[in-house]
Every structure is written in C-alpha cells, then in structure tokens.
C-alpha cells in the first residue's frame, strides 16, 4: 500500500515540479526588468531547486567516453558481456589507433567490479571504473530494479547472487585465462562465499580479491547500520519494509524493498549535511557559481537514483550478514545452481591474494569489519594478505574522490599487479 501511496504523491507532484523546471528557465531568460533584476536570480535559484527536490531521478549512465593512458587518448566501448534476469555484466572494451598502446592494453590484468545491491546503480562506481580503466581490462555488475522485472522471471535471493558472482567468474576466467576481484561494501560478503566454495570443489579461484568496507563481521565496532538492522526482528523488517510493486511498472506484483525506503534512510543518517548541501545549492545558483552548481547536480543525481530490492535477497541479506553473521561464524549454507546446501569455507581459500581496505572514519562499515577477511581465510599464505586502512576518509571516500586517487587506488594497483600471474 506505501509504494502505492507513494506513486500517487509522485504523480499528483509531478506538474507543480515541471512547473518550477519552467519557472526557474523563465527567470534566467535576460528579458527586460527581469534578467537584469537580481531577485530574478533568487527566483530562478529557488525554482530550481525546488524542481531537484522533486523530480523523479532516472538510473544514470556510466557515460565512459575517454580515458588517458600514459598520454594517449583511449576510447571506451560500454557492451554487456552477459545478460542475466537481476544483473548484466558489462564489458568497457579500449580501443586505440597507437599500436604501443594496444600493446600495453592487451597485457593488462582483467579486473571483476562487482558492484553493491543495497540501493543505488552500479553507476556510483563510475570514479572507481574510469580510474581502473588506466592500467585493467575492466568488467562491472550492473544490477537491475527489481521493481522492472516481470515475475516471469523467477525469484532472486542472496544465493543467487553468490551464484551470479561465480558464473561471471568462471567466464572471465574461461574468456581471459583468469582475473582479479574488486567488491566494494555490501558485495564482499557475497563474493568471499562465491570464491570460498570454488575453493571447496576445486576449482581455480581467482588471482585475488580485494574487500573494500564490507560488513564480513558485523560484531566488530558496530556502526549505527548495524545496530538498526540488528536490533530489529526479521519479522519487523518483512513487515514494515517489504511491499508490492504497483501495476503500472513491469514488476507489478513482485515482493521488494523499495528503493524510496532507501533513499529515505541514507538520507536520515546524516540530514543536517544534506540540507546544508541544498543550501549551498541555491546560492551557488545566485552567486552564478556555475562549477560548484553542477558539481552538486552530479553528486545528488548518482545519490537520488534509487533502485528496488527483491525482497528475498533483502531481507536473507538482513539475516545473514547483520543478525546470524554467518559468514563470520562458519554457519552459513549456500544452495547452487543445481539445488545443493555447501557450506561456506573461507579457509579452504589458497591460491588467492586477499587485500582489505577500510576508511579511518567509515559510518557505515566500521573499522575491523572488513579486515576480518585475513582471518577467515588461514589457509591464504600470510605474503600475499594485505590490508590497507585509508586516513580520514569515509565509506565513499575510499572508493571515489581524491583520497581514492590519491592513496587507494596506487596501492590497489601495485597489489594486482604483483599477483598477476
């Protein structure tokens, strides 16, 4: 009934947010005794703003375009490599006509993003991928709304996603010889089980895995997520978050957790910074701070677009990671493909190099839980573990902007590329 609710709202909103779009294009028209008037300026900004508070935020495009390698211009090709019912894996093919650069392109290490399912787009890895693209053959999770999937398409639950991870493996690794794992937050307890029972039916496992901010053990320096999602039941969250996609989207039906419901509690964690930021907005808009305008558009139209969770996936997620630790305590049991319950053992894992990264100041993952990796995983030779904790950055900070840059992102590459082989 809420996700109904909330589509009406949007819907009844949505000619007095066209309107506002209308009226802040208006006021920035230099018509006479208007455009030359400063209040016009208040005007427009306000209108404006308004308008982004809004709007419906569509799913964003990587929009990869270009990246420099040593100095030459590269082209970037965005294709599906694979096409599943919840996830596509894209490929960022490189082309170049400098026959040195093809050289040194070809013998780059193949690199699996796989990206969060926790309620934004593969997209808020955009930073990670470019940077990646430099010096990897890079390939990305691209997860799907649940909310636009028929449900023709069959159930999704978090062993499906552990099952996902080992396919798009397995073909890297059948395509490329082999690769290396990047996960980032809520994926890297996912991902160790995928490798974890590789490991166990011996299979090749990948040539590492690199964990950034993950809850692998939650009983470590809980943060306020944690809490939340352990202090209340698996009955209250299957209650009060989990409802129907309406009739007017192609996953009419479809048990989910909204991705409004998200957006609304990301939001809540830290309110008085996001109203500031808005604040900021505006006068930007008046000062006529153009860069510092649109820097914010960029920012808020990646954190404002949402997408929807099946609920099984959400809610076995809730259970697993945050209330059982599972992961943590040798207890969690994982079906395949072909219907089987294996037990998750991480300590089987020994031919992959594992690095941890944590931020100083993460409030979503706190420090020691994605640490933890190192000992789940005893059977790994102690060279080639490595962990890497990144001074005064925060959850985001270690995968995107200048502290990704900066610090994280050349340590990750010289780990890589010393186990490449």
């Not at 934004?120 to 990646?132: I, Q």
């Not at 306020?224 to 996953?251: H, L, M, Q, R, T």
């Not at 989910?256 to 907005?281: I, K, R």
Request: proline share 5%; charged share 20%.
């Amino acid at each position: 009934m809420l996700y109904q609710l909330h589509e009406t709202h949007r819907a009844l909103n949505k000619p007095f947010v066209d309107l506002a779009n209308s009226a802040a294009k208006f006021y920035t028209k230099p018509w006479p005794m208007i455009g030359e008037n400063p209040f016009a300026k208040n005007l427009s900004a306000g209108y404006n703003l308004l308008h982004r508070l809004g709007k419906d935020y569509k799913k964003p495009e990587f929009n990869l375009k270009t990246v420099d390698i040593d100095g030459v211009n590269v082209v970037i090709h965005e294709q599906v490599e694979l096409d599943k019912p919840f996830c596509r894996l894209l490929n960022f093919s490189r082309f170049s006509n400098d026959v040195e650069t093809l050289k040194k392109i070809q013998d780059q290490p193949v690199v699996l993003i796989v990206a969060p399912l926790s309620g934004h787009y593969a997209t808020l890895l955009r930073d990670t991928a470019k940077t990646m693209l430099q010096d990897h053959t890079v390939f990305i999770t691209d997860w799907k709304n649940a909310g636009l999937i028929p449900l023709s398409e069959g159930e999704f639950h978090l062993d499906d996603y552990v099952n996902y991870v080992q396919a798009f493996i397995r073909h890297l690794q059948g395509v490329h010889g082999n690769c290396h794992v990047l996960s980032v937050c809520q994926p890297t307890v996912p991902v160790l089980a995928a490798i974890s029972l590789m490991a166990s039916r011996g299979e090749t496992t990948p040539l590492s895995m690199t964990m950034m901010g993950g809850p692998m053990d939650c009983r470590i320096a809980p943060t306020a997520v944690n809490k939340f999602a352990s202090e209340k039941s698996f009955d209250w969250f299957e209650k009060n978050v989990i409802y129907k996609v309406p009739a007017n989207f192609a996953g009419a039906g479809r048990r989910v957790y909204p991705g409004f419901l998200q957006h609304t509690g990301f939001v809540a964690m830290n309110p008085s910074n996001h109203a500031q930021h808005h604040v900021d907005y505006y006068q930007d808009l008046v000062k006529g701070d153009d860069a510092s305008a649109e820097a914010h558009r960029k920012f808020y139209d990646e954190y404002n677009a949402v997408l929807d969770m099946d609920a099984d996936f959400y809610l076995e997620t809730i259970k697993v990671v945050f209330q059982d630790h599972s992961l943590a305590l040798g207890t969690w049991d994982v079906k395949s493909v072909n219907g089987e319950m294996e037990r998750v053992r991480p300590q089987d894992i020994t031919n992959t190099a594992v690095l941890s990264v944590e931020g100083e100041l993460d409030d979503i993952t706190g420090i020691g839980q994605t640490q933890v990796v190192h000992t789940l995983c005893p059977g790994i030779p102690q060279a080639q573990h490595q962990h890497l904790e990144i001074k005064g950055a925060g959850h985001y900070g270690i995968f995107s902007g200048h502290r990704w840059h900066d610090v994280t992102y050349p340590a990750l590459k010289s780990f890589i590329q010393s186990h490449n082989h």
